[in-house]
Each structure stands twice: as structure tokens, then as C-alpha cells.
């Protein structure tokens, strides 16, 4: 039973050798079409996606064949299931068995979960540009679930179209919703009638527009691309079709597709190893046998199959075909099988033939054999086979469907020149491997330990290409920086480690000799924790220092590192991780050059660098994706060339970088001029400052795709509805080694860009036109340009011959990568014109004539007929003229007619009026609102006034300038508040110190002191003290909403004042105030309204005075009190107003509580008296002085 599934395995593996591989047309039949099934796809789904997936592809193979007239069809198909499937399960039961196929498979068809946007219609990534195939077809594995024959046909017809775009590179040829580039609309270039921007005679069968319907006015991204050419134009000019191949056939059907089912396994590697006597020299050997080590202890998956071969002039195995597990020791067994030294055989009798012979059959050992395995070939290149031992390699390796690598190793040149070819490209090419090339960089008998990490880097490269994607725990390279020695320092330096990588990581130093790494060698965590260098394992067969970080946090870590080298050596510092199960952030680098020599001096063939970045499978956008171009080797000086940075963009400008927001950022190769060699190409990507994000996916996914028929994507750039930020992450790839040859230093054969976004726009009022578009290069898309060129034309074909109107004052160019724009004024009305620009640079380089734009500029209005009366004379006419000729056009100012100056004018002058009257308005209003806020405030501060009656308020007191008592405070009692400002004693002193200078002051100005002191000596007339009348604080009183902070009473009912029911008091009255000044009344039994109060203030000659109460009999009080308008010194006795004060008046002590009455409001003084007061003769008056006292 066994040796009938062994022979059964053999056949298919067979078949698959000879239909599996590149996509070809051979005798109208296509042969490699690999359709994968991602991971993603439930089990549970395998007999309906299967099932379905058999039905689309036969329809599709029929409407293939129709639409190319019989010229092609699918004839066998491989379908490459996902690992987690089990075929052996009633959920996934197949009729044909599977084969295992441990080799990357270069899928074309993509079934996995819906997209964002698309669904799970069938879509293409399409990277390059027009005639050149798209990257693959994505396609809902939901869509191949329905079982009607109906949904096949209509699947089978979406995915025609799709087809088109992938294998010969046609683009979409309608308009898309909110497109400026693409509109949904445009004119015919004949009627100058709209119409929609599709194919209208579009055939049922065909999913592309005939040539004899085809239009290439219409602004599609298919004629932006292809300058107008049909879509059948460039299917017949593809490589399927083109001088004649696979003619059309008479056949009415074609023959049903068949299909072969692989499953993903395990990778299998062979190492074949040259091993002469050129390896002898300095530390080649030596080298070769550390990074070996590092490849298989540290970065060969678990599970793999791996073997060693060496040869020189025969080949022999030094390690068997074992599975690599971590458990045991077979990885440091198969490490160190490498002899010790290498052999003395001359490097011109190797055999390369014999290696790979040899390492077929260490394939062969087991039931799977040499089938989908990798040759990883290290060897110098010189002194290969000839031709025909080239083809027997190139034979069995398409035989044993194996996948070559080539290391290159060592690659010897002289400083500053290119090197030759190795010799085996073709064989790399036709296996669809790649190629890695390491310098030789060799000081005296020793060489550099770049040498080292290059091969070692090489070969973990070598091994990350051959291993599939998502299933094997291949390392990923997050970061690698190389430290040069010379100077005692500290190499420092961080890394991220984000969500997408699993949960251990791997740091590593590699050295040269162990001490150049000095005693600090710390690694700290995003939170702080620290792994000293007394946790780093040595591993001296392989020369690195690393510490293994289990459960590493995720985050940003940082190091620092002694670094002690010499001058021709350093350090280099590693980090790797393996991928999360759950979600993989992926990197992919690629060129749009199938050949391994790059001619730069052809500038009808540039190279284009593409990177791929997805989150799972959603793109990534916005990342930052930086390439970088290393030259191999060393300058003439013995130093390392300096990198050259190529910074990608996902812009969708249209030349290089096709559609925005897919994911694939692309760039020109730089020219390099006169620097011709060798290249390696690398690229990394992170989430450029937590600016990158991703798109959401559908939160319907199972919707059918009736509902998503209708949904027109994309044009220039596809638009998500939803995104959401993708955390932070880094990664590396390498791509290989580019053998360049760039034209000499001084000749400038590079043209810019094409100019692909190219929009105008007609302003219907003021007839300009505008049109924008994006700068391009000088070379390319580096630099900028010398200047544009521009030409109007009548027709879309002149304008592709830019033949035409010459645009006159183009502006100058700018950075690449900038929009300008530019306003013109077109007198040409009702007609198309069309437009196309494109650049030129210093040299006379003229790029390529941009997308044709279109625009048509309405007629201006024109003017009415003038009203003329029956007495106006008719104008002459002259009949010799020619119809027409003294119809003039309408007055223009500026390019405007005068009735569009009129009607802006108009609308100037409505709009100032306007303006005019709201100021008018709302100057009123708030003149208005003040006067009545001003008059609340009066009435507020009448109603809010009390009257204090005290005692004298003004003692001159000496000389000294103290105008009263209270002002005679000794200076060191003077408070300072917390800015120096000096304060008063009310501010500054306690309760205690204030009574006692109270009761101070009344015994100055009352008590027997002052009465036996006799009068003051500047005041002989003094007379006997006179009430002082205190103006209480305006300050609103507390209300329920104000709580007051003196006291806890509710505030006084302030009742109107009316001064002539009140009686008179018989005492003299202070000249110095008005009616106006005192405050209102309140009444006997309520609570004074000063007692609410929480300023005093006095308006007398002096200081305030101490103060008093009186008993009162309002008896003895005159009826009238006449109002005296002038001042009257505090020293000159006032003339007599009132009755004497009765002597049995008494001053009560302070202490004592008194109901203080307020005095009547004084009536206004007639004019006679006041003329009177004004005319008597004063002496010197003092000045009013207001005091404040806290109450």
C-alpha cells in the first residue's frame, strides 16, 4: 500500500512539475495559474469554496476562449490549500489526493476574506503600468459559496474583467463618482454634448470596450496610461499574443481545465558549499563556517529538512537530510559539520555541476524528495561550467522543480570599478530564485567583520525567501545597524516590538574579536526594566554576544553598548523575532525588472522599486518605506560607499506609483551616474510616527455581492470609509544584489516623469480656465525640472503630437512631488480644447507628453439691443463687408463684460450698505444699554448710601504734614502687604489694637486733655466740636444669593426717603456735603443700613474722627436748613444755620449700641444763596480728603 502512495505521490508531483510555475500561454492553453486559499477561510467552507471554485474557473475558461476568438483558455490549474485544512475531514473531502509542496507557491488568484471596499467582487492589484501585468486577483471566498449555475456565470464574467487587467495590463475605461481625474462625465469631442464616461457599446462577451467603439477623448484611467490606445490594441501586442502567436483556432469549445491540489509543508534546504583553495586566504573559511552556524542554530524553522553539501572538484555530504528541532542537538550537529579547513583544490578545477548533482540526491533520501526544495549555492562564481554543463544545471534543477539561491562569496574587485557577471543568471531566473553577492573586504591577513555579517545576512535572507509565509516561524529582522570602531564609545540605539510579532525576541552583538565588546552591554524595556550584559550567552563558533527575551514587552527598547573595536572593524547589532499567529504585518520588496543586470544608459526601460506593506490583508497606508542602495565593496580611498536613500510613496500621482491607497509604495531607480557595480537592495517600513493606518473591514462580510454590484472603485485613489491606527512596528527586508551599469559621469540621457494627474477646471462666471497637476523630476522622479512645456489643441490627436497653441508663461517647475497650478484666459467659446504638458529638464530631456485634459468655456452673455426711437436715424451698412463684420464683441474690463462689472459692483455696494446699517444699529443698542445701565447704577447707589454722624473730623495736629489722628501712625506700625505695598492700620492691625486706638482718639479730640489743652494754635477760633457727617460705603448689600461676610442679618428694607415729613435737628450742620451725597433713610426699629456695610467713606477737611452719639430732641431742630455751596475751612467758624446745641446734650461712650438716626436731606439752596455763598470772601480752603474706614 505504502509503495502505490509513494508512486502516485511521484506522478503528481509530476504533473506539477510540468504545469506548475510561470503563467504561460502555450498552444492557446494556459499552463501555471496558481489560485491559493488563505489561512483565513474557516475550514467549514472547503466543499462549497472548492466546489465553486471549479464551477467559475470552467465558465471563465469559456468566456476566455471567446472573448480571444479561440486564442486561449485555461488548461490546468493548481490549487494550493491552506495548512490548517485537513483533507481528510467530511467538511474538506476532496476526490483527487494532495500533494505536499514545501516551496512558496507565486500565487495569481487570491481567495480570502471580503475587502473593504471591493467586497468580495473580484478586484486586481495592478503596481505597474500600461501593457504589464498586475500584481494578482482578489476574490471573496464568500462569492464562490452560492450554488446557482447563474452566480457562476455572473462570477465567471467579473472575474473576464479582472483578467484583462491582471495578464495584459488594460485598465478600467469609465469615469468614477467624485473623480476629478476620471469624472463619471464628459463632452463629446464632436457635438460637445455630455456624455457618460463609459463604453457605451460595449460588447456582452467582451469585458473591454472595442477599437471601433473605443474613445480616446475620454478621460479613463485607460487612456491616461495607454495615450489613448484601445484596450484589444494592447492585448494584441502582449507576449500572449503578440506577431501572430497562438493564432485563432476553429474550434467551437475548448477542452475543461484540470486541477492539481497542493498543501503547504514544511521548507527543505540544502546548503551546497564551495570549498577550494580561495577560501584559504585571510578569514573567508572561517567566515563561512560562523555564519552557517547562525543560519542553522538560529534561524532555520522547526520542522525543516535541512542538508549540507560541500564540493570542489566532487561534491560530498557532510550532514545528512535531518528535521531541524530545538529540543535536541541536531542543529549544532548539522552547524559544525563544515571541515575545520578548507581544501587546497585550485579554484579553477571546482565543480559547480557536481554540487548541485550531489545535493539532489541528499534531497532525494525521503518519500517527498527534491521536489519544491531550495539549493542555497555559496560559491565564489568564478571559473564556472561552461555552457553545457549551465544547461544539465539548469535542466535538472526545472526537473526537480527546486528553487535556486545564489551567495556569492567572496566577490573580489579592484577599488572603484565595476566587476563581471557571475555567470549564473540564467539559471537563477529560470528556477525563480535570487541571488545575494558579499564583498570582499579583506586588511592584511585578516578581514573585516562586515564580511561576516553580509554572509550571514545573505543566507538568513536566502533561507527567509524559501520558507512560506505565515506557516513557517522564520525570524523577522527588526532591526540591524552596524557601530564602526576607532573611537571608544557607546553604540546606542532602539527598537520596537509590536503587537503582530510573537512573544519572544532575540538581541545579538556581533563582533570580530570578543573584546572589542567592553564590559556595559545594557538592554532596557519600554517600562524600565533592565537586562544587564551579565544575562548575554556567548556563542564564539558563531562570534556574537545575545541575550533571548521571552514574553518581551511590547514597546520601544532601547540599548547601549561599549564598543571598543579598532578602526577596520566594529560592531553590528541584531534584532529578530518570529511573527504572531493571530496578526502579521508583512513586508514585500520587488522590482519591475525581471533581469539581474539593470542597464541604466536605456531610458526607455527605468526600474521602479516596489514595497508592499499590509496589516494582515489590509494595506497599510501612510507608512514610512524607505529603500536603501548599498555599494558593495570599497571607494578608492578603502572606505564603504555611502548609502543611497530611495524614499516610497503610495501617492497614486500615476507615474510610477499607479493607484493611492493600496498598499504598494513605489519609486525610480536613481540614475547613478558613473557609478556602475554591484547593489544591494534593501527596505524597511514603520508606522511613520503613528501616522499609519489601515482600513476596517466590512462589518457585514456576508452580504452577497448583488449588493456590492453596484460599487464603482477605484480611480486614482481608493477611498476607505472607515480606518483605524496600526500600532507601532518596524520592519526589514532584503531583496538582493542589483548588478547596475549606470552611463557615464557627465551625460544626462534621463527625461522626467510623465505628468499622469493632469485636471483643469472652467470658472462659469469669469471664463478662466485652471489647471493643476503634480510636479515632476528632473530625472524621473528625483529632482525637479527645468521648465514645462504646454499646448492647446483643437483635437485630442494634436494635442498627443503636442502640436498646437504654445501655453505661454508657464510657471516654474518645483520639488517633485508638489501640485502646481496655473489660470488661463480663453476667448475661444463652444468648443473643445484640449491640453497636455510635460516637462523638460536641464540637459533638453523632454518626458513624456502628460494625460490629455479637456475643458470648454461657456459664451459670454451678450449684450441687449439698444432701444432706439422712431426718430433715430437707421445706421448705414455696408454690404461690401462681409456678414458680421461690424458685430464687435461687448465692452470688457479686465476680461469682464460691464454687465458682470455691474452686477459685482451692485453686490459691493448692497453689501457695504448692509454693513452700514447693522454698525448704525448695533451702536444704538449698546448706547442704549449703557445709558440705562448707568442710570441702574445711580439709582443703585442712591438706594445703597447711609449717613454717620461723628465727631470732629480734622485735628491739625503740629507741623508734621499728619493730616489727622488717624493718620499719625508711628511708621514701624505700618503694615506691608505680600508685593511691599504698604497697607493701613485698618488692614493690618487685630480688633484688640483697634479699639485701643479708638478709644486713643476719642480722648484726644473729647476727653479732658483736650479740653484743658485750649484751642490749637493755628486755629484761635476754633468753636466746640461739630458732628461729621460719614458717607457709607455704595457697595450692593448682601442678598440671598450674595451671603454677606459681616453678618448673618437679612438685609434692610430701604423704604422711599422723603425728607419733608421728617423733622429738623438742632444742632449745626456740616456746609461740606449736598442732599445728593447722603445715603437713604431707615426707618426706626430696623436694623441700620450701614451696620451691612463694609466701607466707609468720609469726605472732610482732615482724617476721619472718632465716632459719636447724640441724644436728640427733634424738637429744638429749626424748620429750615439753608444749603451753603462754597467750602468752609475747618479753622473759620461757620456762620450760624441752626439753634445752638442744647447743653444738656451728652457724648456717649462708644461702646455703648446706639440707633444712629440719619439727618434730613438738606433742600436744595435757592440761587440767591448760593450767589451769596459764592461772593463772601474764604480763606485758604483745604482740600476735600477721603478716607476709608472698614466698619
Known amino acids: 500500500m505504502w509503495t502505490i502512495y509513494k508512486t502516485l505521490v511521484i506522478v503528481l508531483a509530476a504533473l506539477l512539475v510540468e504545469c506548475q510555475g510561470d503563467l504561460k500561454l502555450v498552444n492557446s492553453g494556459y499552463e501555471g495559474l496558481v489560485v491559493s486559499i ?41 490549487v494550493a490549500l491552506p495548512p490548517s485544512w485537513r483533507t481528510d475531514s467530511l467538511t474538506c473531502s476532496l476526490l483527487t489526493p494532495v500533494t505536499p509542496l514545501s516551496v512558496p507557491l507565486d ?6 476574506s471580503p475587502h473593504p471596499v471591493f ?7 495592478q503596481s505597474q503600468g500600461c501593457g504589464h501585468h498586475g500584481d494578482y486577483i482578489q476574490i471573496g471566498g ?11 456565470d455572473h462570477v465567471a464574467q467579473l472575474l473576464m474583467a479582472e483578467w484583462s487587467k491582471f495578464k495584459w495590463g488594460v485598465f478600467e475605461e469609465r469615469g468614477y463618482p467624485d473623480d476629478q481625474l476620471y469624472p463619471m462625465t464628459f463632452r463629446d469631442p464632436i457635438t460637445n454634448n455630455p456624455l457618460p464616461n463609459r463604453c457605451t457599446k460595449q460588447n456582452f462577451i467582451l469585458p473591454f470596450c472595442p477599437t471601433s467603439s473605443h474613445i480616446p477623448e475620454a478621460p479613463t484611467k485607460h487612456n491616461a496610461q495607454c495615450i489613448g490606445r484601445s ?104 552547524g559544525s559539520s563544515l571541515p575545520r579547513n578548507p581544501s587546497p583544490v585550485p579554484e579553477s578545477n571546482k565543480c559547480i555541476l557536481c554540487g548541485l548533482q550531489q545535493g539532489l540526491r541528499a534531497l532525494n533520501i525521503d518519500s517527498p524528495g527534491a521536489t519544491g526544495a531550495t539549493v542555497i549555492l555559496v560559491t565564489t562564481g568564478k571559473g564556472t561550467a561552461s555552457q553545457d554543463e549551465l544547461d544539465e544545471m539548469e535542466r535538472l534543477a526545472l526537473q526537480h522543480r527546486v528553487r535556486v539561491e545564489a551567495v556569492i562569496y567572496p566577490v573580489t574587485e579592484n577599488r572603484g570599478t565595476a566587476t563581471t557577471t557571475h555567470g549564473l543568471e540564467s539559471l537563477i531566473k529560470a528556477t525563480g530564485g535570487s541571488s545575494f553577492t558579499v564583498m570582499d573586504e579583506g586588511v592584511g591577513n585578516d578581514s573585516k567583520v562586515n564580511m561576516m555579517v553580509a554572509l550571514m545576512n545573505a543566507l538568513f535572507s536566502a533561507v527567509r525567501h524559501s520558507s ?20 571608544a564609545s557607546m553604540a546606542t540605539g532602539s527598537f520596537t516590538l509590536d503587537e503582530s510579532l510573537g512573544p519572544s525576541a532575540r538581541f545579538s552583538v556581533f563582533y570580530y574579536d570578543l573584546n572589542h565588546v567592553g564590559n556595559t552591554v545594557q538592554l532596557t524595556s519600554p517600562s524600565g526594566h533592565t537586562i544587564a550584559s551579565v544575562n548575554m550567552q556567548e556563542d564564539g563558533d558563531a562570534n556574537v554576544l545575545f541575550v533571548n527575551i521571552p514574553k518581551a514587552e511590547r514597546g520601544t527598547w532601547t540599548y547601549q553598548v561599549e564598543n571598543r573595536a579598532d578602526s577596520h572593524q566594529g560592531l553590528h547589532i541584531q534584532v529578530v523575532a518570529t511573527e504572531s499567529d493571530a496578526r502579521q504585518i508583512s513586508l514585500r520588496l ?49 572606505s564603504n560607499y555611502h ?14 506609483d499607479i493607484t493611492a491607497g493600496d498598499g504598494v509604495y513605489s519609486r525610480y531607480l536613481p540614475t547613478l551616474k558613473g557609478a556602475s557595480g554591484h547593489y544591494e537592495l534593501s527596505v524597511t517600513a514603520d508606522n511613520n510616527n503613528d501616522l499609519a493606518h489601515s482600513p476596517v473591514t466590512d462589518a457585514f462580510p456576508g452580504r452577497s455581492y448583488s449588493e456590492r454590484d453596484k460599487v464603482t472603485c477605484c480611480g486614482s485613489k481608493i477611498k476607505y470609509e472607515h480606518t483605524k491606527p496600526v500600532s507601532d512596528f518596524q520592519r526589514s527586508t532584503v531583496y538582493g544584489v542589483l548588478d547596475i551599469v549606470s552611463p557615464n559621469d557627465g551625460i544626462d540621457i534621463v527625461p522626467p516623469n510623465r505628468i499622469l494627474d493632469l485636471r483643469s477646471h472652467v470658472n462659469q462666471t469669469t471664463r478662466e480656465v485652471s489647471l493643476r497637476w503634480t510636479a515632476p523630476g528632473d530625472d524621473y522622479d528625483w529632482d525637479r525640472a527645468r521648465h514645462y512645456e504646454g499646448v492647446l489643441a483643437s483635437s485630442w490627436a494634436e494635442a498627443k503630437a503636442f502640436s498646437g497653441e504654445r501655453i505661454s508663461g508657464m510657471p516654474g517647475p518645483v520639488l517633485v512631488g508638489t501640485e502646481q497650478s496655473l489660470m488661463l484666459q480663453i476667448d475661444r467659446y463652444e468648443q473643445t480644447i484640449f491640453v497636455a504638458l510635460r516637462g523638460v529638464d536641464e540637459a533638453g530631456n523632454r518626458g513624456g507628453v502628460s494625460n490629455i485634459a479637456s475643458f470648454w468655456v461657456p459664451p459670454p452673455p451678450t449684450t441687449p439691443a439698444a432701444v432706439t426711437s422712431p426718430n433715430t436715424l437707421e445706421p448705414k451698412i455696408n454690404l461690401a463687408q462681409p456678414l458680421g463684420h461690424e458685430v464687435f464683441q461687448p465692452v470688457r474690463v479686465a476680461g469682464l463684460s460691464l454687465e458682470d462689472v455691474a452686477v459685482i459692483s451692485g453686490s459691493v455696494v448692497g453689501f457695504l450698505i448692509i454693513m452700514a446699517a447693522l454698525t448704525t444699529f448695533c451702536y444704538c443698542h449698546v448706547a442704549r444699554h449703557r445709558r440705562q445701565q448707568h442710570k441702574k447704577d445711580q439709582e443703585r447707589m442712591e438706594g445703597n448710601r447711609n449717613v454717620m454722624i461723628k465727631t470732629n473730623s480734622t485735628l491739625m495736629v503740629g507741623d508734621e504734614g499728619q493730616d489727622s489722628v488717624d493718620s499719625a501712625v508711628k511708621d514701624d506700625e505700618v503694615g506691608l502687604s505680600k508685593d511691599g505695598r504698604p497697607i493701613s492700620p485698618l488692614q493690618s492691625w487685630g480688633a484688640s489694637k483697634l479699639l485701643q486706638e479708638h478709644e486713643r482718639r476719642i480722648s484726644v479730640t473729647s476727653g479732658p486733655n483736650m479740653e484743658a489743652s485750649g484751642p490749637l494754635p493755628h486755629c484761635q477760633n476754633f468753636q466746640d466740636p461739630f458732628p461729621d457727617v460719614t458717607l457709607i460705603s455704595t457697595h450692593p448689600y448682601p442678598t440671598s444669593q450674595t451671603p454677606s461676610t459681616t453678618h448673618s442679618d437679612p438685609p434692610a428694607y430701604h423704604p422711599t426717603y422723603l425728607p419733608e415729613p421728617h423733622p429738623s435737628y438742632s444742632y449745626p450742620y456740616h456746609p461740606g456735603y449736598s442732599h445728593e451725597e447722603l445715603p437713604p433713610y431707615t426707618p426706626p426699629g430696623q436694623p441700620s443700613q450701614s451696620s451691612q456695610a463694609s466701607t466707609v467713606y468720609t469726605h472732610e477737611m482732615g482724617s476721619q474722627p472718632s465716632e459719636i452719639s447724640y441724644q436728640i430732641d427733634p424738637m429744638n431742630y429749626p424748620t429750615e436748613m439753608p444749603s451753603i455751596t462754597a467750602e468752609i475751612p475747618y479753622c473759620q467758624a461757620p456762620p450760624p444755620m441752626y439753634a445752638p446745641y442744647p447743653e444738656q446734650a451728652s457724648f456717649m461712650p462708644h461702646a455703648s449700641v446706639q440707633v444712629k438716626v440719619p439727618p434730613p436731606v438738606a433742600p436744595k439752596p435757592s440761587a440767591s444763596a448760593r450767589a451769596s455763598a459764592v461772593a463772601s470772601p474764604t480763606a485758604s480752603v483745604e482740600p476735600k480728603r477721603r478716607n476709608v474706614t472698614q466698619v
Open 38 to 78: 488563505t489561512n483565513d477561510i474557516p475550514q467549514e467552507h472547503c466543499n462549497q469554496i472548492i466546489h465553486g471554485l471549479k464551477s467559475v474557473l470552467r465558465e471563465f475558461s469559456n468566456i476566455l476562449w471567446s472573448s480571444t476568438e479561440g486564442r486561449a483558455y485555461l488548461r490546468q490549474v493548481t
Open 107 to 112: 500565487s495569481y488568484i487570491h481567495v480570502t
Open 119 to 125: 467586497g468580495v467582487r473580484p478586484w486586481t492589484q
Open 142 to 152: 464568500d462569492l464562490l459559496r452560492a450554488t446557482t449555475n447563474n452566480t457562476y
Open 231 to 334: 484596450a484589444w490594441d494592447i492585448i494584441e501586442h502582449s507576449e500572449d499574443f503578440i506577431n501572430g502567436s497562438n493564432k485563432i483556432t476553429n474550434g467551437t469549445t475548448p477542452q475543461l481545465p484540470s486541477f492539481t491540489f497542493v498543501q503547504e509543508s514544511p521548507p527543505r534546504f540544502v546548503l551546497v558549499v564551495e570549498d577550494t583553495a580561495v577560501m584559504n586566504l585571510q578569514q573567508r573559511w572561517e567566515f563561512v563556517r560562523k555564519a552557517v552556524r547562525r543560519v542553522m542554530v538560529y534561524d532555520v524553522p522547526d520542522g525543516a529538512h535541512v542538508a549540507l553539501v560541500i564540493f570542489n572538484s566532487q561534491a560530498k555530504t557532510t550532514a545528512p537530510l535531518m528535521k531541524m528541532e530545538s529540543l535536541s542537538d541536531v542543529r549544532q550537529r548539522v
Open 468 to 487: 512560506l509565509p505565515g506557516t513557517s516561524k522564520v525570524p523577522v529582522l527588526i532591526h540591524s545597524n552596524a557601530y564602526p570602531g576607532g573611537i
Open 590 to 638: 520587488w522590482t519591475s525588472s525581471d533581469l539581474s543586470v539593470i542597464n541604466m544608459t536605456d531610458s526607455m526601460t527605468p526600474v521602479r522599486v516596489y514595497a508592499e506593506v499590509k496589516d494582515g490583508l489590509m494595506p497599510v497606508l501612510n507608512a514610512r518605506v524607505t529603500a536603501r542602495l548599498q555599494r558593495l565593496g570599497t571607494n578608492t580611498t578603502g
Open 643 to 656: 548609502s543611497i536613500i530611495v524614499e516610497l510613496f503610495d501617492n497614486g500621482f500615476g507615474d510610477p
